[in-house]
């Protein structure tokens, strides 16, 4: 069962690494850059669970989900119980309290499992997952991982201001300095950047598959896995300056 459950993880992830790559190859560099930012996170969700109490820290990650999403359908179906209960408010409430039986029914099922691992209290195995994604990179020895990877890609996942000031930026000294390519230049530089960072993505996308390999005893291509690698670290290297960064 814990099997099947990284598995699925496993190709989840690949599934979002796949369509980070067809975003890059087909122009669409800032949506590349946004599911950078799911693969990073998978990969670290990934690599956490299998590296260390992979039972227990997979039943975390199961608890959590179950408990945060149960606070939200509750959090829901009293603001909706709130307003005047119109037929189709009395509709709304009803689909609610659907999801929220559907839920309890899953809940149900995973504790089920749980108590068949030997996790009969919810609160006790839940201490094996930390509450931030930071603090789960911290016990993994990547937190610097975290700051240079995964936050710096937050420009196009949350729309900020970021890449809208460079714009505006370009534009402007173009004019004042008279350098018309300058927004060219910011513009590759900005390409590159997502380049440079979805080959970071796939390099942590393998070590997460190559730790869960390991962490199961399962087997693997060692030495083709380690000629990737190593070919992603030169291929970023190669990229970095054009991307506005250093290695």
Known sequence: MVLCALENLSNRLYEQAAGMLVCLGTGSAAAAETVARTVIEGAFNLQFI??????????????????????????WQQLESAKTQTPEQIAISKAIAEQVSAHQAMSDFVKSLGKGLGFGRVETVMQHWPSSLYKRCEQMDKAGHYLTSYHRLSASSHINAEETIRWLFGTYYSVVRQDPRLPE??????????????RIAVAHYIEANIVTCRALNTKYEEVSLQKTMIQLAKSIDEIASAAGSTI
């Open 185 to 198: 230049k910011l513009s590759l530089e900005t390409v590159s950047y997502s380049a440079m960072m979805t």
């Open 50 to 75: 299998v590296s260390k109490d992979h039972e227990a820290r997979l039943f975390a990650f199961f608890y959590q989900y179950l408990k945060e999403h149960d606070r939200k359908l509750h959090d």
